[in-house]
């Protein structure tokens, strides 16, 4: 397939371009080139066929040298297509109507995306942190440092188990919400104190295994 009809221009920086494979269409990718980026384009195409199938232009695309910093993420359909702008926001396009769906707020400090997990959330990165983000308002959701040894390279989303790679380290990551709410409960040393019982935060936590169950000891004590 010829995407573009005029052959790259040599320069200073190496031509960089991305394919992002569309899940549930086997044959389907979404397609970047550099020229494309800085214009906000991206083609999804049927690669076995040749034949375009949709084609999407908003905002400039946030610039990248680093193929391991993607501009795009499909959600876990592949009805949904995120794409990281210049000015740090995401826009969301509906695929196979060629529409905008939203954008969100600026994503502090993020420059490649990772992957969206299987409720919706974006799951961004920067230079050595991994950050969660709201896919209606881009809200910040929560953030880590790599906690490994020598440069985060690269990051890959299978579901809602994150797989980071680095120098000298390799890491996995359960990033479903109650998946962490099991870690943290299971490791409560022991009951709630008398200003845990009190705080309306957390109260689900309270009532929800595997955290300290909500009830007063045999001489009226608070556990």
Known sequence: MNLERTPQEPGNFAPTGQLLPR????????????????????????????????????????????????WMAFSADGDRLAALGQDHRVEWWRVDDERRAGRTRPLPNADGLLGITPDGTLVARSSDSI???????????????????????????????????????????????????????????????PAQRAEPRLKQARETPPCPADQPFRDGRSR
């Not at 494309?36 to 195409?45: I, K, Q, S, T």
């Not at 969660?132 to 490994?148: I, K, Q, V």
Request: aromatic share 8%.
């Open 23 to 70: 899940p549930g269409h086997h044959d389907e990718v979404a397609v970047v080139t550099d020229g494309w980026a800085d214009h906000g384009r991206v083609e999804v195409w049927d690669v076995r066929r040749g034949t375009r199938t949709a084609r999407l232009e908003g905002a400039p695309l946030t610039y990248t040298s680093e193929v391991t910093k993607r």
């Open 131 to 193: 950050s969660l983000f709201s896919p209606s308002d881009g809200e910040p959701l929560g953030h880590f440092a790599w906690p490994g040894g020598g440069y985060l390279r690269t990051g890959h989303l299978v579901g809602d188990t994150l797989r980071l790679l680095g120098d000298e380290d390799e890491l996995r990551i359960r990033l479903s919400p109650s998946h962490w709410h099991d870690v943290v409960c299971a490791a409560v040393p022991g009951d709630y104190s």
